[in-house]
């Protein structure tokens, strides 16, 4: 099976290059691997090093309380952080609480001997679900301790099926699961593996230490003026068409902001076609204008989007009409109702949320149009809500000190 494997491993990496020459992602992603060993070799030869590997964006996000702590616990260690998506590596790869960050190689067997001969890594974590086999082979093989932080999983995983048996298998070499729920510790102990811990969702600890840094947004705060005002985050233009139909009813008691998943020119310029009977300003063109003036602000960059949640009454994350559900706690830890589509299934914290009626659902605009109008005619029912939401957060806190506690 592992031949197998390598063989689909090769021709995914053979894909990637394909895709390469008319695609921007898997552009970054083919000439940044080609950096990475450059990167590893001046920066972590001789050195103590942690490693931490996060698909994107929304991973690291996971895995950052972590790193926190570890710091203060282990300062003569650095830390690597390793991406697989150009979206978490362009975004981060200036972090000033990374020591060390590059894509992860592919994961054929010479690329792994070679990736582990130079770091070395002390210990290895994985957030939430990367499975590399490879990776996870060469890691077991030196007995170097890894870890999953932050997993979740569910039945319908090919883990959990006879004809996932080998992947099954390879599982049993991690030396500790840290999982969001009592579900996914029950399918780990299904397949045999009872080296596993519910801690929770490490996002919490994460979004409810920005929510305490109360950082001012200057623009934010000359936009919003004394007007309510709704956020829209992580945007798909099923969602912008969502908030378009509703928008005539809002216009006169609300202003908007729109913070797209994709900032490409094409997307702005449709966003804008969507709402050109108003008055509407993109971030990069805020300077020497009055903010106030205009009522719609599309961000055309990116890093703010948590701490412009600060500013709303009230958020809709996007993704979850079409390619999955971005962050929704970035907004509930501010104690606001979070709207969203229907496809939000593999999302613990979304359905919990739901369940809870801290967030709601919708399948159409005219759904989110109900509910608004219940906002507004019914100001107890938005207070329940918004309480709702900060109870939750408040409820899940504390993953990161458990993981602690058991590393120890």
């Known amino acids: 099976m592992r031949l197998l494997y390598n063989i689909f491993i090769h021709l995914y990496n053979f894909g990637i290059c394909i895709a390469s020459l008319f695609n921007e992602k898997a552009k970054l992603l083919r000439d940044g691997r080609k950096r990475t060993f450059e990167v590893l070799h001046s920066q972590c030869v001789g050195e103590k090093i942690i490693w931490l590997h996060a698909a994107s964006l929304g991973e690291y996000e996971q895995g950052k309380p972590l790193i926190q702590k570890l710091r203060t616990a282990h300062p003569d260690c650095k830390f690597l952080v390793t991406f697989f998506s150009p979206s978490g590596y362009e975004v981060k790869k200036n972090d000033q609480d990374i020591d060390i960050v590059c894509y992860l190689p592919a994961d054929t067997p010479r690329n792994v001997r070679r990736f582990l001969d130079i770091v070395r890594p002390t210990a290895a974590f994985f957030v939430k679900y990367e499975y590399w086999f490879n990776f996870i082979k060469g890691l077991s093989d030196r007995e170097i301790p890894f870890y999953y932080l932050s997993a979740i999983y569910r039945e319908s995983q090919y883990f959990f099926k006879p004809y996932g048996r080998w992947f099954a298998q390879q599982l049993h070499r991690c030396n500790h699961f840290f999982v969001q729920n009592e579900t996914s510790?029950?399918?780990?102990?299904?397949?045999?593996?009872?080296?596993?811990?519910v801690t929770g969702d490490t996002r919490f600890d994460r979004v409810f230490s920005i929510a305490q840094q109360n950082e001012s947004l200057d623009f934010m705060e000359e936009f919003k003026g004394n007007s309510k005002l709704v956020v829209v985050g992580s945007s798909w233009q099923p969602d912008e068409n969502v908030i378009q139909q509703i928008w005539p009813d809002l216009k006169n008691k609300y202003?908007?902001?729109?913070?797209?998943?994709?900032?490409?020119?094409?997307?702005?310029?449709?966003?804008?076609?969507?709402?050109?009977?108003?008055?509407?300003i993109r971030f990069s063109e805020r300077n020497d204008q009055n903010l106030a003036e205009f009522d719609i602000l599309i961000i055309d960059t990116i890093g703010l989007l948590s701490k412009i949640y600060k500013y709303a009454d009230i958020a809709m994350v996007g993704g979850a009409f079409a390619t999955g559900l971005h962050n929704t706690l970035e907004a509930a830890v501010f104690k606001i109702p979070v709207f969203f589509g229907p496809k939000y299934e593999k999302f613990n914290e979304a359905i919990e949320l739901v369940n809870r009626k801290g967030a709601f659902s919708i399948q159409n605009a005219e759904e989110m149009r109900q509910i608004m109008l219940r906002f507004e005619n019914d100001p107890d029912f938005y207070r329940k809500t918004c309480e709702i939401c900060n109870s939750f957060v408040q409820d899940n806190l504390g993953a990161v000190d458990k993981i602690i506690a058991q590393l120890q």
């Open 185 to 197: 510790e029950k399918l780990l102990q299904s397949i045999g593996i009872k080296q596993v811990t």
């Open 255 to 280: 202003k908007l902001v729109i913070a797209p998943h994709v900032i490409g020119k094409e997307h702005i310029t449709s966003i804008e076609s969507l709402f050109s009977k108003d008055k509407v």
